[in-house]
């Protein structure tokens, strides 16, 4: 029922700043928590970000943690990640996800995902 559709992704520069967006439709929404995780070539997906939807905890990957702030608006049934300070280790799609997750960094604890979008830094 729950669908999560992304945007802002995009091309930026090496020190560069994009903010994603995970808007959320499908009913009345309603999670413990948003995820954002990302999935570069070759590679595993990765947590990345992780918002409790009433209270507001967040939890962040270390290699992001003073540079990306997740946030959300629960009128708008959005969740969205700021990114500043990007670098070419960075670039990755990136998916949101929703559900009723008790380990925020547990890919398989999330009920619905997005659709991913790219994120390139260009170095």
């Known amino acids: 029922q729950v669908q999560l559709v992304e945007s802002g992704g995009g091309l930026v520069q090496a020190g560069g700043s994009l903010t994603l967006s995970c808007a959320a439709s499908g009913g009345t929404f309603s999670t413990n928590a948003m995820g954002w995780f990302r999935q570069a070539p070759g590679k595993e997906r990765e947590f990345v970000a992780a918002?409790?939807?009433?209270?507001?905890?967040?939890w962040y990957q270390d290699s992001v943690k003073g540079r990306f702030t997740i946030s959300r608006d629960k009128d708008k049934n959005t969740g969205y990640l700021q990114m500043n300070s990007l670098d070419a280790a960075d670039t990755a799609v990136y998916y949101c996800?929703?559900?009723?997750?008790?380990?925020?960094?547990?890919?398989?604890?999330?009920?619905?995902w997005g659709q991913g979008t790219q994120v390139t830094v260009s170095s």
């Open positions: 996800a929703a559900g009723p997750t008790s380990d925020v960094s547990d890919p398989r604890d999330y009920d619905y």
């Open positions: 918002i409790g939807w009433r209270g507001g905890t967040t």
